[in-house]
């Protein structure tokens, strides 16, 4: 039997996450505000002492924005210098040319995979938004029909496909072999992005009205109609510079002896943050200097494009700070006992684990991580499943219903200037699709394999 504490847990959890989204979304009350007082009030509730609960939300912003805050700045000065440079244009240009215009769902999408495979979902957003930006003005298409697709190609791989490094701890934890995980997730995650995004983004656009006035997209705004573009090779040099150098910090290993310098200097200059960081200061210089700017100019399109991404991370860390209370008053190990007591195929646990850890926490990364450290004990016991599709199941629950406790959510909302019911419309369903259908996939798979 599960106690009244666990069940007066999920109650109390479940009221703030329904109160937060009517407050923000019905009462128009200011979103940042609202994360932290609700945070702070569940924390009270449910019995946290007074001397951590700020604390415990401090822990879970700093902890989000010491990466998001870096990933956001750095992702979106790039993408200032494609869009100043008529870079993004030329992009756009040539998916339009090769694609054709009512393609471009399909090709956002395979743009959003192969970005997102060695990229944690923030990084490849931030490098592939301004493209969706102008893809979505030139075709005159609404933003959802160009960025979902986009969207979803990102979140598959990052949930399902190694090298991406929360699907690789995953199968680091499940002892799966990594070779055929990814033949595995490609099988489930190529028909998975095919329904989720481009799919999906048909059937939802039409319902969605974005405002046309877009603060984000007004950054990366077309400057570069008038004169010759820079070419398509380095235009995409210079978005896929940042994601060679994390592919070439995800195979260290495979290049140098681990422990040596190269090995070091790998892994350093594939960091995440590194990765971005160099990328920058490569578009200063060859989308920057070569087209003609002065360092004055570059100066000024580096600093306009900083302040409107103030609230985003303020958010985003909010969000967060909101999940950690969830985590540290208790809500999260209730979730975890409910789930276990629950007799239920394995496959299927490890999916349902990893969705509730997800639904209470916002993170994937940790639903993933957590939902497998507590199954893989439970699998060497067990005969008949396939440690790859477990790592691949419990990939699909980390990525269900993305809200307002997830820092994902937010930076969706505010680049495509959507209300908290639009981006739950979007998004939010968005990735319950791609979570529902990989785990009917999965356990399709385990069916013949």
Avoid at 300 to 314: G, Y
Avoid at 333 to 355: C, E, Q, T, Y
Avoid at 389 to 418: P, Q, R
Wanted: one cysteine or more.
């Amino acid at each position: 039997m599960i106690d009244h504490h666990t069940i007066f847990l999920l109650v109390s959890a479940l009221i703030s996450v329904i109160g937060l989204i009517l407050l923000i979304a019905v009462f128009k009350l200011n979103p940042f505000i609202t994360l932290f007082l609700t945070a702070l009030s569940l924390a009270v509730v449910t019995g946290m002492p007074a001397t951590n609960i700020v604390h415990s939300f401090e822990t879970g912003v700093g902890g989000a924005l010491g990466h998001i805050a870096i990933v956001v700045a750095l992702g979106t000065m790039l993408g200032k210098m494609m869009a100043e440079s008529g870079g993004a244009d030329q992009i756009a240009y040539t998916l339009i040319r090769l694609f054709g215009e009512k393609n471009i769902p399909w090709a956002m999408a395979l743009i959003g995979l192969v970005v997102g495979l060695p990229a944690f979902f923030e990084v490849g957003f931030v490098l592939l938004i301004p493209i969706a930006f102008t893809v979505a003005r030139r075709t005159k298409t609404s933003l959802i029909l160009v960025g979902l697709p986009m969207l979803a190609g990102l979140s598959v791989v990052h949930g399902l496909v190694p090298p991406h490094p929360a699907a690789l701890m995953a199968v680091t934890i499940f002892k799966a072999d990594v070779g055929r995980t990814i033949f595995y997730a490609l099988l489930i995650g190529i028909p998975t992005i095919v329904i989720a995004g481009p799919l999906y983004a048909k059937l939802i656009a039409p319902h969605i009205k974005l405002a046309a006035d877009n603060p984000m997209a007004a950054q990366f705004a077309d400057h570069g109609a008038e004169r010759k573009l820079p070419s398509f090779g380095l235009t995409l040099f210079t978005i896929l510079l940042p994601v060679f150098l994390m592919l070439m910090g995800s195979w260290a290993n495979g290049f140098s002896a681990p422990g040596s310098r190269l090995n070091e200097a790998l892994r350093l200059v594939g960091n995440d943050d590194m990765a971005l960081l160099i990328g920058a200061l490569f578009s200063f210089f060859a989308l920057g200097t070569l087209r003609g700017f002065s360092r004055e100019t570059i100066l000024r399109f580096s600093n306009e494009c900083i302040a409107p991404t103030a609230t985003i991370t303020l958010l985003v860390g909010a969000g967060a700070g909101f999940g950690r209370i969830l985590q540290d008053s208790g809500v999260s190990n209730a979730i975890i006992l409910v789930a276990m007591r629950s007799h239920v195929p394995l496959l299927l646990l490890a999916w349902l684990l990893a969705a509730l850890m997800r639904l209470a926490t916002g993170s994937s990364t940790v639903a993933m991580t957590t939902a497998a450290g507590i199954v893989a004990p439970i699998a060497l016991h067990g005969a008949g499943v396939r440690p790859e599709l477990l790592a691949i199941a419990t990939g699909a629950g980390s990525l269900i219903f993305s809200h307002v406790n997830d820092g994902g959510f937010w930076l969706v909302k505010e680049y495509f200037n959507m209300s908290v019911a639009d981006t739950i419309k979007t998004w939010s369903v968005c990735e319950t699709i791609i979570s529902v259908v990989a785990l009917l996939l999965t356990m399709a798979l385990a069916l013949v394999v």
